[in-house]
């Protein structure tokens, strides 16, 4: 069921998941710290069990975040990327933020290295002494 299609200047974004662009997306995350091992084959089921987001330009598609949740207690957001040359254009932000207001009221979580001061503006924190991790082997 879609629920966002939001127009932002030259940007549409959307949770329609015929829209997103699977070379596109593993492109990306191939280049990204945190999912340049994932098999193609993992890309798709993490898409096909998940709620995304893509950001397009026109017929390009230069944005993804993608959220796990049970819709009542918590939500897990990430694989979250701009492309680099439409990076301070607001369209990350505005995707960000219609992502947080579809979650109001549940718990958030988020995993990131360099983008803290990105995702303080939307009401995560940073709070390394809490949680724990198990990795797959």
Same mark, same amino acid.
């Given at each position: 069921? &879609?629920?966002?299609?939001?127009? /932002? @200047?030259? +940007?549409?974004?959307?949770?329609?998941?015929?829209?997103?662009?699977?070379? =596109?997306?593993?492109?990306?995350?191939?280049?990204?710290?945190?999912?340049?091992?994932?098999?193609?084959?993992?890309?798709?089921?993490? &898409?096909?069990?998940?709620?995304? /987001? @893509?950001? +397009?330009?026109?017929?390009?598609?230069?944005?993804?975040?993608?959220?796990v =949740?049970?819709?009542?207690?918590?939500?897990?957001?990430?694989?979250?990327?701009?492309?680099?040359?439409?990076?301070?254009?607001?369209?990350?932000?505005?995707?960000?933020?219609?992502?947080?207001?579809?979650?109001e009221g549940?718990?958030?979580?988020?995993?990131?290295?360099?983008?803290?001061?990105?995702?303080?503006?939307?009401?995560?924190?940073?709070?390394?002494?809490?949680?724990?991790?198990?990795?797959?082997?």
């Open positions: 069921m &879609i629920k966002i299609e939001h127009v /932002y @200047g030259d +940007y549409f974004i959307s949770d329609n998941k015929e829209l997103l662009k699977l070379d =596109t997306i593993c492109a990306f995350l191939s280049r990204s710290y945190w999912a340049n091992q994932r098999s193609v084959e993992t890309i798709v089921k993490s &898409i096909n069990h998940s709620n995304t /987001y @893509g950001v +397009y330009h026109g017929e390009k598609q230069i944005g993804y975040a993608r959220v =949740t049970d819709w009542a207690t918590v939500y897990y957001l990430c694989d979250v990327f701009i492309d680099e040359e439409y990076r301070g254009t607001g369209v990350g932000k505005k995707l960000i933020q219609l992502i947080t207001e579809e979650y549940i718990f958030g979580l988020l995993d990131t290295l360099d983008a803290h001061g990105f995702y303080e503006q939307y009401g995560f924190k940073h709070n390394a002494e809490r949680f724990m991790v198990r990795r797959p082997s």
